[in-house]
C-alpha cells in the first residue's frame, strides 16, 4: 500500500500528540518529585521533558513540511510565472 504525503504527515502529528501525553505524564510526575525534594530525580525528569519538545519540534516541523510540499511547489510555480 502507497502512502500519501498527507497521510504521512495525520502519522506525525498523531506522534506529536503522543509525545504530548508523555510530557503531561512527565510533568505530573515533575512536580511530585519537586515536592518530595528529590533533586536527582527532578533532573532527571527536567532532562526528559526537554527532549520530548526537543522531538515533538521535530515531528511539527516534520508534518508541516509534508502537508505543505505541493503548495510549494504551486507557490514556487506561480512566482515563475510572474516574473
Do not use: C, G, H
Amino acid at each position: 500500500m502507497q502512502t500519501t504525503l498527507t497521510q504521512m504527515s495525520e502519522e506525525y502529528f498523531d506522534a506529536a500528540k503522543q509525545i504530548d501525553s508523555l510530557i503531561e505524564k512527565y510533568t505530573k510526575q515533575l512536580k511530585q518529585a519537586y515536592k518530595s525534594k528529590n533533586y536527582l530525580k527532578t533532573y532527571e525528569l527536567k532532562r526528559k521533558i526537554a527532549i520530548f519538545y526537543d522531538q515533538k519540534k521535530d515531528i511539527m516541523i516534520t508534518a508541516y513540511t509534508l502537508k505543505n510540499y505541493y503548495n510549494k511547489e504551486e507557490d514556487n510555480e506561480s512566482d515563475k510565472a510572474v516574473s
